[in-house]
């Protein structure tokens, strides 16, 4: 999301900012290693396509951002690789309990 926080005298400039960032990013929807060499090299591409929310669901973001509406775009970052090994598996702690299997039968008792 961008937003234009601009005064009311400013209001003008705020709607200009909005204008020149759509602008730019349908002049650049996308960003590689050719477009972008900052990139980190795990990143292929990064797709910026525009999003269009109702006016409910803009009402729902500018009250979760404790802010009244100011003029915004809605963007959905696509393509982006999940690059962290914070997680490499799941395991489950063991506990102990009342439940024993009968051999062979794969049932509780």
Known sequence: MFMANFSSNNYA???SAISNIISYFQQNPW????NAPDLGPQ???????MSSLDPVEVNYVMGMLGTKYFPCVFYKLRMLPFGSTAMQAR???VSG???SEASGSGAPQ
């Open 13 to 15: 400039d705020g709607l």
């Open 31 to 34: 960003f590689n290693q050719s």
């Open 43 to 49: 990143i292929d591409k990064i797709t910026l396509e």
């Open 91 to 93: 395991a489950y702690p």
């Open 97 to 99: 309990g009342g439940i």
